[in-house]
């Protein structure tokens, strides 16, 4: 009986487990089911969890664009740079075995100090990057390391902001740090949201050793890269300022230069720059943050006699052939003099007054034939209140004086109120273009490098119509004599062959204690070419110039004008006028294009007008040339030509200036990457290696240089007195 009872418990345990068996079963079945339906745990989708686990994802990096200029030269772009990578764990095939021997092969060539080097390399790593020296290396440092084929060292590539034309144009391209992370200057700021790039990725499964399935979907997300810029400067027209400024800036050691070069019937800007200027390579010792052209407003001087002259003959009050007592005029309280220490000339009449730069014939136009304010409501037809609104960042207002009566007269002239040097050259193609004031703009357009669609496209604007083409006119030729006559203070801004009307300025700079400083001055000149129908202005101003005994303060303004007006002239095709005589240091040569023709035959022809010919190659027939058919060059320039040799050879490049270096870039289609200013000192390859895929050239610049070529004349010494604009107030 005890045995059927202890039975029949048993019975029930086990239908009672089988049961609970059962349950489990059925609440295990039903997830199952549901999470088979639903493909979902706890709000996780499992697919995707899966999806996760077994893809791989891999960025595709997306490029930022490039600035060009007019030509399409780059001006900045993105190139690969190298890191050193040292391998110490001795599980790999290749590691560091010898820490202090490495460290004193890579000492030198990454200028380390030895030790440090080796104190890297003896770490208890699996790898290490060896410091800031290591990184942002160019391929040619890379080469120059993989040819000591040291074990354990590897390169990792990452993209780059490089800058081929270092200084150029500087200020206004601007720059980002190496890695492009942030934009913090110029266009690479103002125009970032254009430039930026955006990266793309690829997605597709792989096993339980990362490979890739072969039957995998992809997913391809493309990258987007950044656009393209193309700015209104043109490369040889920068090149001329920069070489002319860095000549000034050795021979005079100014506070500033400042240059703009612009296009007088559109508005657009062909040249700009500044000193101190920086490479955006090396942004880490910038000494000078600011675009002076655009950004700093200062007196401007006697430059500002051109748009009160134009105000007195629009308005019909001008009379140059009326006289006046020069030295001195009484304004209120005040006393405003001559430039001459209130001598004066005598009696004469206004046009001399222009060309003498008096304050004195000014101060009556502004008072006693224009007024106030008229005067007043021509600097506003002029735009000098408002910025111009080029497309740079940070462009400043012009600071008009008009609280006393004495304001109006020293306006007149330049003094007391401050404008910006863009400010005036907007005024000036008033001057230059019939009485049509043009905006200043140097974004000539922004292309989608993918589309080729241009997104955004610049177009000539005009900002007003401050005089008409009779007054324009009338002040052109006036101008001129400026240039031209011996009592004109601009005699040392002429050019044998062009027509130049321009006004010089000489601005004292006023001192924090009142008053102005003594002695120190900002010396400029405003200049457009041809007179008879102007195609570029140039303003040039460089501020408190170290002067010799016997130095005035308009040579180094006319050696950078003179240079760059006749370097501009020559580059848009613009002729010499046939009635003057040319002097053999500025004739001109027409190319032809010379492809096809016998190499012998041209280089005679070139060289008896005195053309510097460099040839690339033995072959007998020219297969390039450095520039463009209808490049008129000046005698003892370089033109580069490429002959049919099927191994030429690199040439020797030692003492060519910057500008050639990239001509023959552009002629070889390879990359230079230059490190200084000036002329050539090192290049890499060497002279005589093969150019058999070659694809980079790096070069190292010097100033001294003993073969420095000569791209113009200097201005000669002459008996002009020097204008001095300052004026005695009692």
């Known amino acids: 009986m005890q045995q059927q009872i202890k039975s029949s418990q048993v019975t029930k345990r086990a239908v009672f487990f089988l049961f609970l068996l059962f349950i ?70 290749s590691y560091v075995k010898d820490p202090k021997a490495t460290a004193q092969s890579l000492s030198p060539i990454l200028e380390m100090d030895a030790e440090r080097l080796e104190e890297l390399l003896s770490r208890d790593s699996v790898q290490v990057e060896l410091g800031a020296q290591s990184k942002n290396m160019s391929y040619e440092k890379r080469e120059e390391i993989e040819e000591l084929k040291l074990e354990g060292i590897l390169f990792r590539e990452d993209p ?222 002029f735009g000098f209140r408002e910025p111009t609104g080029i497309d740079l960042p940070n462009e400043a207002t012009g600071l008009i004086a008009e609280q006393y009566t004495i304001d109006a007269a020293t306006t007149a002239f330049g003094q007391a109120t401050a404008i910006t040097p863009i400010q005036q050259v907007q005024a000036a193609t008033a001057v230059a273009n019939d009485g049509k004031m043009m905006k200043p703009y140097i974004i ?92 570029v202005i140039v303003y040039v101003a460089v501020d408190r110039p170290q002067l010799g005994a016997g130095q005035i303060g308009s040579e180094p303004v006319s050696m950078i004008f003179r240079n760059v007006m006749e370097q501009s002239l020559q580059y848009l095709d613009i002729a010499p006028s046939e009635d003057d005589e040319v002097s053999s240091v500025q004739k001109s040569i027409e190319l032809e294009d010379y492809q096809g023709e016998s190499l012998e035959e041209i280089k005679t022809t070139l060289t008896e007008k005195e053309l510097q010919v460099i040839v690339i190659g033995e072959g007998d027939k020219i297969t390039g040339q450095s520039h463009e058919p209808g490049t008129q060059l000046i005698s003892g320039e370089k033109i580069i030509f490429l002959t049919d040799d099927e191994l030429p050879l690199v040439p020797d490049i030692s003492g060519w200036s910057l500008r050639d270096v990239y001509l023959l870039g552009k002629l070889l289609d390879i990359g230079m990457e230059v490190n200084g200013s000036g002329f050539v000192q090192e290049q890499t390859p060497e002279a005589g290696t093969e150019m058999d895929e070659l694809s980079r050239m790096s070069v190292s610049l010097s100033k001294d240089n003993e073969d420095e070529e000569n791209i113009g004349e200097v201005a000669e010494d002459n008996a002009v007195e020097e204008e001095e604009q300052e004026f005695f107030m009692d």
């Open 444 to 535: 000539d357009r922004i292309v989608n490098p993918n589309t080729g669609k241009i997104d955004f496209e610049n177009e000539p604007t005009i900002a007003g119509e401050p005089i008409s083409e009779e007054t324009a006119n009338q002040v052109l030729g006036i101008l001129e004599t400026v240039v031209t006559e011996e009592d004109g203070t601009g005699r040392p801004y002429a050019i044998d062959g062009f027509d130049i009307a321009g006004k010089t300025g000489t601005a004292q700079i006023p001192s924090e204690s009142g008053g102005y400083l003594s002695g120190e001055n900002i010396y400029s000149f405003i200049g457009m070419a041809p007179k008879d129908d102007p195609e």
């Open 160 to 381: 780059r902001r490089y800058y081929p034309k270092q200084i150029f144009a500087s200020h206004i391209i601007g720059y980002t740090e190496r890695d492009m992370s942030v934009a913090r200057m110029g266009i690479e700021s103002s125009l970032n949201e254009y430039l930026l790039e955006a990266d793309g990725e690829i997605t597709y499964q792989e096993d339980g050793r990362n490979r890739k399935l072969p039957d995998s979907d992809e997913t391809i997300k493309e990258p987007k890269n950044g656009d393209d810029v193309y700015l209104t400067i043109d490369s040889r027209i920068q090149m001329a300022i920069e070489q002319t400024m860095n000549q000034v800036v050795e021979d005079f050691n100014p506070e500033r230069v400042m240059a703009i070069v612009a296009n007088a019937k559109t508005g657009e800007i062909l040249g700009m720059s500044n000193r101190p200027s920086f490479n955006p390579n090396e942004y880490e010792s910038i000494e000078n943050y600011t675009n002076y052209t655009i950004s700093s407003r200062f007196e401007p001087g006697s430059t500002m006699k051109i748009f009160t002259l134009a105000a007195a003959i629009e308005e019909g009050v001008y009379n140059g052939d009326e006289t006046y007592e020069s030295g001195s005029i009484e304004i209120v309280d005040k006393t405003v003099n001559d430039h001459n220490g209130g001598k004066g000339w005598g009696t004469i009449t206004y046009d001399e007054g222009v060309r003498r730069s008096s304050n004195v014939a000014f101060s009556k136009i502004a008072l006693e034939k224009l007024g106030p304010e008229k005067l007043y409501s021509y600097i506003d037809a």
């Open 24 to 93: 489990v079963f059925v609440v295990i079945f039903s997830r199952f089911v549901y999470i088979q339906a639903a493909k979902e745990v706890q709000g996780v989708d499992l697919e995707e969890l899966v999806a996760k686990r077994w893809s791989q994802t891999n960025v595709i990096d997306g490029e930022r664009g490039s600035i060009y200029d007019n030509n399409g030269d780059v001006l900045a772009e993105e190139i690969p740079s190298y890191t050193v990578i040292a391998i110490l764990d001795d599980r790999f095939d």
